[in-house]
């Protein structure tokens, strides 16, 4: 594979420096071309998202009024699949952003193996200061404005920051509406009763737990009773907690939310935790643990450390102190390049993103494939499916870690655009 002498993993470490995602990504891409010797037209067509759209998108305040609001569909490659990735609602949300995570998504959904491409797309709005009424009235603008270029066979959406089961059931209605045919396949995280799937929620944690097992088993590390500390006790967070008692009798001993962390070196009634969140509770809200920072918790004695919140918490500051034997990024981006490299110098395994939070991806593939069959699968047909999926990729992308010497973040990479460029060859490239 590397005739290329270049420290491959020192470049996608420089690659990560810049401040603007769209730049990021296109310096990671560039790093692995050369590294893989890819074909310069192969590389050219990467390096440039197939397809963009910015939207005008007016809507009727409740006040009568009328706000014109931008919005972004990025498709960045189709070569095996459909592009799939989430809608983000969010002040911040700029262009550079969408093409960069459509790119990433390109990656995610190669290194999995589901048979997607990337794509991506946002509202810059602040929807918490939308009625519902706004809300569903802009989803559904965004819908209608997009359809000429989504479809089941060319771009699927779906929630991601600030969106909701319930606006993909709207965004499903109006799409519907305007092509003339009921299409639940259209957008994936829909409520169950309109063809959402089984075990959706719970499938990015549950992910988790199986590419932690699964590298763990692959680097002969026992995780039976591990001890556990999660970061950011969300959506993500929760679920691996859960998933990894359940499936490795692990001791929970930290986890945290924004209000600050809770510890208890005999472990925390995880279910306890989960009850207080799901009433609005904070974790700081439990009795029998002590109060913890969010800093203080990443670097606390533990065999498995789960950053699922938000990005950049492990850095170069702190990455010395870290004490766990794996990292698994639940989150998106919580490692910087430089967090990377002393990680990986102190010989801790840190399963990056792309692989180790795909199981949410993976089980709207599967909610995709329900909605186009209109037969709809058990909660264990999902998590058999899941862990089956989970487990070859994280053999797949330990693998590559040991044959080429580099960080699993590298492999996954090195995997992942392999996968799209052997792809674009087989289709033809221009
Ligand atoms: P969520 O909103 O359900 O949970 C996030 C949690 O992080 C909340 O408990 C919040 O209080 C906590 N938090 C916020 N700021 C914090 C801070 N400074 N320190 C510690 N905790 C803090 O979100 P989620 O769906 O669990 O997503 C979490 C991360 O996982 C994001 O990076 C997201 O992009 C990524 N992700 C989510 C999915 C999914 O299916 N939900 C899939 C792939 C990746």
Redesign the pocket.
Known sequence: MSQYNGDLQTKLEEAGQYDNPWDMARAQLDTVAEYLQLDAGVHARLRQPWRGLEMSLPVCMDDGTVRVFTGFRVQHCVARGPAKGGLRYHPDVTYDEVRALSMWMTWKTAVVGIPYGGGKGGIICNPRELSVGEQERLTRRFATEMAPVIGTEIDIPAP??NTTPQMMAWFMDAYSQTVGQRTPAIVTGKPIVVGGSAGRVE??GEGVMYAVSQVAEDAGIDIEGARVAV???????QYAARALVREHNATVIAV????GGIYNRDGLDVEAVCDL?ENGGSVCDYKDAESIS?EGLLELECDILVP????NQITGENAGNIKAKIVAE????PTTPAADRILFERGIIMIP?ILA?AG?VTVSYFEWLQGRSQEYWTLEEVTQRLAKIMRHASREVWAVHKREKVDMRTAAYILAVARVADALKATGVA
């Open positions: 991601d920051v499938a990015t970061q950011g006790f969300g959506n993500v967070g945290s939310d924004s209000r969140k969010n699922s919140a938000l990005e639940g989150a998106n981006g993103d939070n949410g």
